[in-house]
């Protein structure tokens, strides 16, 4: 089942603070001799991401609703636009979200560990 990111959130995350990461499926075996081998274990390479995002305070209750329920607490991925390309890409939490109350009582920073699964 596609789950998409909710059109009651922000629909692209902040660059200012967005940290992605190629990550590698490599394996590294030793050998009798000479240097350890290595090789590609899948096409397929996650990509750890972390970004933010500022929301209110209702948005924020919401999305803490739409990860427990519509996620399954995590278990499943969802589609969102990455703010680097601006297409829309599969991701996964890594964490729970987690926010920061702002100067202002009824704004959140909200961060996100994410994978981009594509």
Same mark, same amino acid.
């Given at each position: 089942m596609a789950v998409f990111w909710p059109a009651y959130l922000p629909q692209v995350p902040q +660059? #200012? &603070?967005y940290q992605a990461q190629v990550g590698m499926s490599v394996m590294t075996s030793e050998t009798d001799r000479g240097p350890p081998k290595r090789r590609s274990l899948t096409d397929f390479t996650p990509h750890p991401t972390t970004f933010q995002m500022v929301m209110t305070q209702?948005? !924020?209750n919401s999305l803490i &609703? !739409? %990860?427990r329920y519509s +996620? #399954?607490?995590g278990a499943l991925? %969802?589609?969102l636009t $990455?703010? +680097? $390309?601006g297409l829309l890409? =599969? %991701?996964? %939490?890594?964490d729970g979200p987690s &926010? =920061?109350?702002d100067d202002d009582p009824t704004v959140v920073k909200v961060t996100l560990n994410v994978i981009r699964m594509d």
């Amino acid at each position: 089942m596609a789950v998409f990111w909710p059109a009651y959130l922000p629909q692209v995350p902040q +660059l #200012a &603070g967005y940290q992605a990461q190629v990550g590698m499926s490599v394996m590294t075996s030793e050998t009798d001799r000479g240097p350890p081998k290595r090789r590609s274990l899948t096409d397929f390479t996650p990509h750890p991401t972390t970004f933010q995002m500022v929301m209110t305070q209702h948005q !924020w209750n919401s999305l803490i &609703g !739409w %990860f427990r329920y519509s +996620l #399954a607490n995590g278990a499943l991925s %969802f589609f969102l636009t $990455d703010p +680097l $390309d601006g297409l829309l890409h =599969t %991701f996964c %939490f890594v964490d729970g979200p987690s &926010g =920061t109350p702002d100067d202002d009582p009824t704004v959140v920073k909200v961060t996100l560990n994410v994978i981009r699964m594509d």
